[in-house]
Every structure is written in C-alpha cells, then in structure tokens.
C-alpha cells in the first residue's frame, strides 16, 4: 500500500512538472528526458521513450526525440523526401496515422505476439520485449493526416510491461503531449520564420520586432546576385518547370551564404540580397562575402557545366551602414535593409554584364582585401550617383 502511495505522490508531481514544462514552452527533448528519468526512478521496466510529431518546414516533415536509459538522448528529423520510403509505408506509426488506430500494444516476448510489421522482428532481435504507441491528435488535419504526437514506449525486461505500468502510460500520455505541443508551436514559428525570413529577421519578429518603422542601424556588407537571361528563360519555359529551374540554381546559390555566416534578407525574383554583418570585424566581413560570392560562381559554372540551360550569375559586394528591421504598411509588414549601401550594391550588381565581369566590388570592399586578392576595373559612373566611382574584381586564380 504505501509502495503505491509512494508511486501515486510522484506520479502527481510529475504531472504538476509538466505543467510547468508546458507554462515554460519547454523544447520537446527535456521534456522526454524528464518523463523517463522520472519514470524509471519510480521503478517503470522502461528502456526507452520517442516522442515525434509533425512541423511545418519547407524540408522537414516531423522531428524526434528519443530518451534511453543508457545513451544522452537524440533528436531526429524526417524529410518530406522520407514519406515515400518503403521503411516508413510499411511501419506501425504510419499504420496508425493512416488509420486512426489511438493505442498500440505488442508483447514482444510472447511467442504468439502477432509481428504484423517487420520492425517488432527487428525490436526483438535487440532484445526488447514489449512495445507500446499511442496516437495523441492535436487539433485538424494538414495535408489528409492528422496534426498531433506518436509516443513509443520499449522495455527490455523479460515480461516487459505489466498492467499496471501500462495504466501509468496510459495516464501520463495527454499531459505528456499537453507539455510538448506550446514548445512545437513555438519551435514551428521560429522555423517558419527563418525560414522565411531569415534566422535574424525571424528571431526579430519572434521576440516581438513588429511596430511598423522599427528598424535599426547596422553595419553590413551587402552582397546582391542575380540570374543573366532569367527574362528570357522565363518567356520559353513552362510555369512548373520554371520554378523548378529557378530552384535549382538557388541549390546552388543559397549555401555559401550561410556557410559564411550570413542571411538572405529577400529573393529577388531571380535573384536575392544578403547581408553579413560586421559586428566591429569589417575585414573578416568583406572577406566571408567575397568566400561566399566565389563559391557561388563557382557552383554556378559547376552547375551550368552539368546543365546545358543553366544561367550565369553576377553579384555585386559593398559594405556600409543600412537600416535594418521593420518595413511596411497596415498589416503587411516585411523585415529587409534598406538605404544608399543597398542601391549602390545594387547599381553595382547592374554593370556585371557591360563590363563581363560576374563579380564586382566596391573601393571600400576592396580596401579591405588584399591588394593581390582584386583587378582595378578603373572609375565607372554609376545611376543615381553624380561622380564615377572606382570598381574592382576578383583576381582570377
């Protein structure tokens, strides 16, 4: 009797701490680790805990958690790519998504468990002995499938799970996914925004960066690439094929402005601006837009090499004040920089073709280069300027 008492007092605080859990919009992996910490301090045959649930993400279908007894937990991602695999069509989760079937239970010890898909063989050989899912929705239904959480729960005790174990899980389930689903709102916010926005711009919205005309000065270099003959691509190709054209140069493109450090503030049709921010390092920010601009004019040529239509690209690199943040009207708003350094990337980006040279540089970029690292391309006169300005390019290697 007061083994259960026992067992019933820290059952209650648990539920009280994911409570708390929820309240604090905890992310769902501490929560998993909490549950089974707890779970096995109270003397649960349990070996491990996965809790999974779907996101919206342009790449990513859902994410999941893993608790073991034994090993630091493990967060996983599964694609939009992975929904067709045939280890996902034939699993027992995606049985229950598809059916609606709520509760799972598979005796993995017993001789006559039914082993209706391949992975209870799989979970046996491992030496687990008992299986149990639960289906929790949350909310409607996205793309013909229910929103909400699967959580698998394994044992490797020889008679695995016993009744009374199941009735704790069975308890414990919806204040489970009640303390997981503010943190997955939250997490799907901040990933749609980066997304869309940028990690920056994104986090900037998130932290509550929304008043019309807040915006603030940031010291930057502006990197700005565009497409040659994107217009005229545009009027032979089909609609679909189109974007799907366009989306593949940007594969190329997009990569090695994040592998530098820096973010996307807006697609430009066929093209996009990008920033890097300074932050009191103006070398080191000029010399990771000039690393990110190199890379993609050479993935670029790569791709054009593997694919006869593929388009050169020009990009342009100037550094200077620009001011950051909150751009708009009523309630359309947009997060992008704005200010004379942007036009003069921009004008810049614009005498690539006339001059043949894919990538061009400002004086005040260049003056933080190398010497040997740039070609004067000598003074050019630039729209909306009233002096001609000095021009430089890459050396080539």
């Keep these: 009797m007061a083994d259960m008492e026992s067992r019933e007092t820290a059952l ?5 701490r994911l409570v708390q859990f929820a309240l604090a919009r905890a992310d769902v992996e501490p929560i998993t680790v909490a549950l089974g910490e707890a779970l096995t301090s109270i003397g649960l045959p349990l070996d491990e805990i996965r809790v999974g649930a779907r996101t919206l993400h342009p790449e990513i279908d859902a994410i999941g958690v893993t608790w073991t007894a034994d090993q630091a937990p493990d967060t996983g991602v599964w694609r939009h790519a992975d929904d067709t695999r045939d ?29 209706d898909f391949a992975v209870f063989e799989e979970l046996r050989e491992q030496g687990y002995t008992d299986y149990l899912a639960h289906m929790v929705p949350v909310g409607g239904r996205r793309q013909g499938r229910p929103e909400g959480f699967i959580v698998r729960w394994l044992s490797r005790r020889p008679q695995g799970f016993g009744a009374d174990d199941l009735a704790v899980f069975d308890r414990l389930v919806p204040c489970l996914v009640a303390a997981c689903e503010p943190g997955r709102e939250r997490a799907i916010a901040r990933d749609l925004l980066g997304a869309y926005l940028g990690p920056r711009s994104g986090a900037a919205v998130l932290t509550g960066a929304v008043q019309p005309g807040h915006t603030e ?8 690439a565009d497409l040659t003959g994107f217009t005229t691509a545009s009027d032979t190709m089909p609609g679909a094929r189109l974007v799907d054209f366009l989306d593949r140069h940007f594969d190329a493109m997009v990569p090695p402005i994040e592998a530098e450090g820096g973010e996307i503030l807006a697609f430009l049709g066929d093209g996009f601006l990008a920033a890097f921010d300074v932050a009191g390092d103006p070398a080191g920010a000029c010399a990771r837009g000039v690393a990110a601009a190199r890379a993609i004019h050479d993935r670029v040529a790569a791709f054009r090499a593997r694919e006869p239509e593929a388009l050169p690209v020009d990009i342009a ?56 690292a740039v070609d004067e391309m000598g003074m050019h006169p630039v729209r909306g300027m009233a002096v001609e300005i000095p021009l430089f390019s890459l050396k080539q290697r």
């Excluded at 209650?12 to 009280?16: D, F, N, Q």
């Excluded at 280890?87 to 468990?113: F, K, Q, V």
């Design 12 to 16: 209650r605080a648990l539920e009280e």
């Design 87 to 115: 280890i996902w069509l034939n699993s027992p989760l995606y049985h229950m998504l598809t059916s609606g079937e709520l509760r799972m239970r598979r005796p993995l010890w017993d001789p006559a468990c039914p082993m």
């Design 217 to 224: 000065s940031l010291e930057a270099v502006i990197l700005v």
């Design 317 to 372: 690199l100037h550094i200077g004040t620009v001011r950051y943040g909150n751009v708009g009207a009523g309630g359309r708003q947009a997060f992008t920089v704005i200010g004379p350094a942007v036009n003069l990337a921009s004008r810049i980006e614009a005498l690539c073709r006339p001059l043949k040279c894919p990538i061009l540089m400002s004086a005040e970029v260049a003056a933080h280069l190398p010497a040997d």
